[in-house]
Nanobody
Framework: QVQLVESGGGLVQAGGSLRLSCIGS??????MAWYRQTPGKQRELVAA???????DYSDSMKGRCTISRDNARNTIYLQMNNLKLDDTAVYYC???????????????????WGQGTEVTVSS
């Protein structure tokens, strides 16, 4: 059974930076991604990465974040810069055992989800 554990969330001022981490245990993982969700809204993609390092970003975060991974540690990271108030959300890590050629997948393609880490951006 795969478990995903996120860390790195917290309170940050607008314009600041945060680095989220997600460690996967139990199996070698393929595609992975970061999603975020705010109350009353659907979970939305932030960034995704294939096992080979191909990446994809949402329009809202493109240019302000970088997703990366360490396959040896089954870990992905999300470096977020120039954070805005609208970035406040719970950020979730997602993972699949499958290795898709594309980084952009549907949420249903990910079999495993973490519990989330909260990011709050203050003014």
């Amino acid at each position: 059974q795969v478990q995903l554990v996120e860390s790195g969330g917290g309170l940050v001022q607008a314009g600041g930076s945060l680095r989220l981490s997600c460690i996967g245990s139990g199996s070698s993982l393929g595609n992975m991604a970061w999603y975020r969700q705010t109350p009353g809204k659907q979970r939305e993609l932030v960034a995704a990465i294939t096992s080979g390092g191909l990446t994809d970003y949402s329009d809202s975060m493109k240019g302000r974040c970088t997703i990366s991974r360490d396959n040896a540690r089954n870990t992905i990271y999300l470096q977020m810069n120039n954070l805005k108030l609208d970035d406040t959300a719970v950020y979730y890590c997602a993972a699949s055992r499958r290795r898709y050629t594309s980084a952009r997948l549907q949420p249903s393609n990910y079999e495993y989800w973490g519990q989330g880490t909260e990011v709050t951006v203050s003014s």
